[in-house]
Nanobody, 117 residues
Framework: QVQLVESGGNLAQPGGSLRLSCAAS????????MGWYRQAPGKQRELVAT???????NYTDSVKGRFTISRDNAKNTVYLQMNSLKPEDTADYYC???????????WGQGTQVTVSS
């Protein structure tokens, strides 16, 4: 089992930056593929970025070149560095964990990001 707690969400201006953190506990963190998802008001939850145990990353097109996902296995933490923020990035951001041999996804409670001038 994995427990996830997100932090770092805040109000930011367009063009600004935020770094989200997701602290994991309860399992062997280094094995899991980690991801960030977001859900804007009135929209479905969407994938933002993922990172595997081998540090392979994937990003949705709308954040490529602006967001960077990373992980620190010693700290059991995954990060999402968000630069050049746009109002369209406004959403609740959720951390996700998946063991490579399981179809079960674990979710955090989310952290709110608001980008507005």
């Amino acid at each position: 089992q994995v427990q996830l707690v997100e932090s770092g969400g805040n109000l930011a201006q367009p063009g600004g930056s935020l770094r989200l953190s997701c602290a994991a506990s309860g399992s062997i963190f280094s094995i899991y593929t980690m991801g960030w998802y977001r859900q804007a008001p009135g929209k479905q939850r969407e994938l933002v970025a993922t990172i595997t145990s081998r540090l392979s990353t994937n990003y949705t097109d709308s954040v490529k070149g602006r967001f960077t996902i990373s992980r620190d296995n010693a700290k059991n933490t995954v990060y999402l560095q968000m630069n050049s923020l746009k109002p369209e990035d406004t959403a609740d951001y959720y951390c996700n964990a998946k063991h490579p041999l399981s179809r079960i996804y674990y979710w955090g409670q989310g952290t709110q990001v608001t980008v507005s001038s």
